[in-house]
């Protein structure tokens, strides 16, 4: 099986178990029965066919993954709603950018009340999880997210524009 035709068997959801259903006849030698050597290396291409097979997959599902998250991921520029971070269970909080502080990885909120932080409604500087968080902010973006103590300071896991 090439990569080639083993690519529309990923795009269409095939299990992997399929993928490495190899044909028997392709792996058997033709002529007369095989010597225990001949036996062996016949055993281990068969078997490295299925590792390549593996890797191929695994990459091509890598690939597809990264492209679906790509693809879901607007453009905050043209008004898109947006997501950086996990979601977390509970409910988030709203609040407004002040600014941006990249250098520092640090985003000032004019937000509501923080109930996981026992917090009231302020304004007030946020470390961020991940700089990549800073990447679609600008002042004025009204944004929702959840902020909990990390290393001793408020920090910013989860953001999403409210639009």
């Given at each position: ?46 078997m490295m066919k ?7 997959a695994l990459g ?104």
């Amino acid at each position: 099986m090439s990569i080639r035709s083993a690519a529309p068997f990923i795009r269409a959801g095939t299990s992997l178990t399929k993928l490495l259903d190899v044909d028997a006849a392709a792996d058997e030698p033709t002529g007369a029965r095989t010597t225990g050597r001949l036996a062996a290396r016949d055993a281990r291409t068969g078997m490295m066919k299925r590792i390549g097979i593996i890797v191929v997959a695994l990459g091509l599902m890598a690939c597809a993954a990264v492209q679906a998250q790509s693809e879901r991921r607007q453009d905050p520029a043209q008004g898109q709603t947006w997501s950086v971070g996990t979601r977390p269970a509970m409910t988030l909080t709203e609040g407004e950018v002040e600014r941006v502080d990249k250098e520092h990885s640090e985003v000032i909120i004019h937000h509501g009340d923080l109930p996981n932080l026992g917090m009231e409604a302020m304004t007030m500087g946020f470390a961020v999880a991940e700089k990549r968080m800073l990447d679609n902010l600008r002042p004025g973006d009204k944004v929702r997210f959840n902020a909990e103590i990390k290393n001793g300071e408020a920090t910013v896991t989860y953001i999403e524009s409210a639009r």
